[in-house]
Each structure stands twice: as C-alpha cells, then as structure tokens.
C-alpha cells in the first residue's frame, strides 16, 4: 500500500451533493435580498460557507444572517437530495478491507455530514470524522486536515488527502500531505492539475488501485 490511511472530503468526492447545495443556495440569497439568477453559483461549491457569503454579501453580519438561513433549509431540505457517486461504496469497502484508516475532511459542519453520511450508508466505513465546527473556529480545509490528523488513529500513518477541489488539495499540502483529485466531482481538470496532485483519478476504481499499488 502507498497509503496507511486516507481522509475524503465529502460534497463531490463521496456524494453528489450539487441539486440540494444549490437550491438552498437561491434560497438563502434570495432571502438575503441578492437574485441568485445575477450568481455563478457553481463557483460556491465545496468552498466555506462563511467564504462563500462574505465574498457576496459582504459584511461579517450578513454572512452570518445567511449561514443560519442556510443551514435551517438545507437541514430540512437540501442534505436529502444527495446521491452516493459510483464506486464510493466499493471503494470504501475495498479499502476497508485491507486494513486502510478512513476519514472524513469536510467544510461541512460535522451535525450537517454526518447525518448525510449516515442516510447514504457511508458512515460505517469511517474511523475518523473530520468536519467544519458551528462557529468559526474550524471553518476551512487546513484546519479540519489538520484536527483530523491530531487524533490518535492517524498518529504516525501514511495519509493521503483526496478530494474534488483547489480546496481540498491545498489544504492537504498545508498539512503536508500527498493529495489526489478525482475528476467526477465539482472541480475542473485544470483546477486539479494547478495543485499539483500525486494523481487524477477518472473513478473510484482508479483511485483505489493508486492507493493499495495493485
């Protein structure tokens, strides 16, 4: 194996998560007054959300107004429009079985992933959860890598990061971290290549195969 332990991000590495992120995405700006038809709003996917509002919004208090107006819907309504990729769940069983560490590295607050997680059956497979806190105080990539690879399961693994944005893959290198990306989810090619990731993977079965060196 190339790696002892592997931490996914979530929204477009595990799960499609796009048609519920976006539509509570109109709904939050349109109730924060801003017409979301004016927005490239695929440009917010993966991204903090704080990042996302106060690029928009602002200032510091609207982005929190529509962080809360965000989460109230999307707990209702956007997190049960997601779907499992391909070959996540094959993977993570492969990978499972031969004896590799899974975590998560979400900007996802950790109460929204992991009922996500749970209602998509993925949960299971995960050793180590790392996600974003409700207040601000884990709220980008590096420092959910980085509270995820203070745990005692990771202490001393080979880890790698993987992940479908800029985001994921700067924040594994922060950390020190080899990084792969995966093509299927939110990012572009040329967003991936520019990071510089120890692979590029087409699918899950790709990856898989780097990851064990088979």
Known sequence: MR??????????????SSPGILETMR????????????????????????????????????????????REYYDRVGQHKCSVYPGVVEMLET??????????????ALPVALPILKEQGLYRYFDV??????????DDKPSVIRWALGQ??????????????????NGGAANGLDAAGVLYGYGSREELAACKPVLLAETCGQLTRYILDT
Not at 3 to 15: H, K, N, S
Not at 129 to 138: P, Q
């Open 129 to 138: 959860l790392g996600g974003a806190t409700l207040d601000a105080s884990i």
């Open 95 to 108: 990978l499972k079985r031969s004896g590799v560490i899974l975590g998560t590295a979400t900007c996802k």
């Open 152 to 169: 005692p399961a990771l202490a001393g693994r080979r880890v790698l990061m993987v992940g479908d944005r800029a985001d994921d893959l």
């Open 3 to 16: 790696y002892d332990a592997v931490l996914f991000d979530v929204d477009g590495t595990l799960v499609h």
């Open 27 to 70: 709904h939050t700006f349109r109730q924060m007054g801003v017409d979301p038809e004016t927005l490239d709003l695929n440009r917010f996917l993966g991204p903090p959300l704080r990042k996302t509002f106060s690029e928009t919004l602002g200032s510091e208090e609207k982005s929190e107004q529509a962080v809360q107006i965000y």
